[in-house]
């Protein structure tokens, strides 16, 4: 069974650092793009990275760019998300899904951004 | 970037009925198209890709259809489990953009 579990979020001050992670289990982990996607309260999801199987090509939405870098260590199953210069607008809960139909998806994380 | 437009934004309906949702993309994006049911504190769920490729363990009565700028999901005869909220998505290119959702909600 395809899993994907979220960890690292929690409440930080304006202008704060945290990073987030993705573990996944049961499937082939370096043969699948991975994309981080967030929802803030009551609004629509926003897609805000991609990383390929490799790690070789990246993308990021215009909103984030700059101040969160997508990651991925294919021998730990892992994806990562660190987020710097958080504003109000990066409050949201925080899923990380696989492939770029979005087949499989975690069960999020929250991150509050508030002083 | 591709903008998506859902519609309706809010649609009521009752158990055994037959609803559509539209989907328009602002520009031509093929079949890359995918649909999505979330419940409220919940992940989303995949139900459709390629615009009309069910995903698997995905009951039959959702279909999606379309192609270009023109998408329909329906769901041909509700069940209690059905309401919830719904989104297409496209991933014709970068960003990837998600329509506002259509909330289904109990007639």
């Known amino acids: 069974e395809v899993q994907l579990v979220e960890s690292g979020g929690g409440l930080v001050q304006p202008g704060g650092s945290l990073r987030l992670s993705c573990a996944a289990s049961g499937f082939i982990f370096s043969s699948y793009s991975l994309s981080w996607v967030r929802q803030a309260p009551g609004k629509r999801l926003e897609w805000i990275s991609y990383?390929?199987?490799?790690?070789?090509?990246?993308h990021y939405a215009d909103s984030v760019k700059g101040r969160f870098t997508i990651s991925r260590d294919n021998a730990k199953n892992s994806l990562y998300l660190q987020m710097n210069s958080l504003g109000d607008e990066d409050t949201a809960v925080y899923f990380c899904a696989r492939d770029i139909q979005f087949q499989h998806w975690g069960q999020g994380t929250l991150v509050t951004v508030s002083s | 970037d591709i903008q998506m437009t859902q519609s309706p934004s809010l649609l009521s309906a009752s158990v055994g009925d037959r609803v559509t949702i539209t989907c328009r993309a602002s520009q031509d994006i093929s079949n890359y198209l995918a649909w999505f049911q979330q419940k409220p504190g919940k992940a989303p769920k995949s139900l459709i890709y390629?615009?009309?490729t069910l995903q698997s363990g995905v009951p039959s009565r959702f279909s999606g259809s379309g192609s270009g700028t023109d998408f329909t999901l329906a769901i041909s005869s509700l069940q209690p489990e059905d309401f919830a909220t719904y989104y297409c998505?496209?991933?014709?290119?970068?960003?990837?953009?998600f329509g506002q959702g259509t909330k289904l909600e109990i007639k």
């Open positions: 390629a615009a009309s």
């Open positions: 990383i390929s199987h490799s790690g070789a090509t990246i």
């Open positions: 998505q496209h991933y014709n290119g970068y960003p990837f953009t």
